[in-house]
């Protein structure tokens, strides 16, 4: 069966420091990683995928994300948070098949000033 | 460019009335999402289009939901009778291909009274 999990329900960083959104996934044969963001009040937006190739994966607005196949995670990470930032992450994966896509529970992201 | 068109963007019904929601995707793009997201909960993949084919629908309640995609362009989203719990946000996303980004639309807000 294949999910995707986003241990965090929140998590709080000051701006300037640096972020880590946590994600862990199952799949049968080789996944494809996505990050989305949710702003209040706005659609989700794509930040980063990853297919194959070099396991760090850079994104929009500065973000990039890791993957680790021993661990199966694939953390979003950023080396400086802004309070611009602030919002609901999602971690999704879709399986080498294509005919299955799953969004995790979402990571709630506090920058605060 | 234009993006991913819904409406309407706010519904309220009863239960047990019936609903239809629009979506039109960005132009060329061959696959066709509905996600179901509930409060606090991340989105569902309800049914994927390729072109005007089903590629997964096995998370659509097919006792009360049902989805097109005539001529492989714009889709609608029906339930009949309605439940409290179909309560949520139906977004409508749209892509080139099955491993591409997705693009959403800005969602309907449905409330089941």
């Known amino acids: 069966a294949q999910s995707v999990a986003q241990p965090e329900d929140q998590v709080n960083v000051a701006e300037g420091n640096p972020l880590t959104v946590k994600c862990t996934y199952s799949?049968?044969?080789?996944?494809?990683l996505f990050w989305y963001v949710q702003y209040p009040n706005r659609g989700l937006q794509f930040l980063l995928k990853?297919?194959?190739?070099?396991?760090l994966v850079k994104g929009s607005y500065g973000f990039e994300a890791e993957f680790n196949k021993s661990q199966t995670s694939f953390h979003l990470k950023k080396p400086s948070a802004l309070v611009s930032d602030s919002a609901l992450y999602f971690c999704?994966?879709?399986?080498?098949?294509?005919?299955?896509?799953?969004f995790g529970s979402g990571t709630k992201l506090n920058v605060k000033p | 460019e234009a993006g991913v068109a819904q409406s309407p963007r706010y519904k309220i019904i009863e239960k047990r009335q019936s609903v239809a929601f629009w979506c039109n995707p960005i132009?060329?793009?061959?696959?066709l999402y509905w996600y179901q997201q509930i409060l606090g909960q991340g989105p569902k993949l309800l049914i994927q289009?390729?072109?005007?084919?089903?590629?997964?629908d096995s998370q659509l309640p097919k006792d009360r939901f049902s989805a097109e995609r005539l001529k492989g362009v714009d889709s609608t989203l029906k339930i009949q009778p309605a439940k409290l719990e179909d309560s949520a946000v139906y977004l409508c996303a749209s892509s080139l291909d099955p491993s591409g980004k997705q693009f959403f639309g800005p969602g309907t807000r449905l409330t089941v009274l």
């Open positions: 990853y297919i194959t190739g070099d396991n």
């Open positions: 799949v049968s044969g080789n996944p494809y």
């Open positions: 132009s060329g793009h061959a696959t």
């Open positions: 289009f390729q072109n005007n084919g089903v590629v997964d």
């Open positions: 999704a994966v879709r399986g080498y098949n294509f005919n299955k896509f799953y």
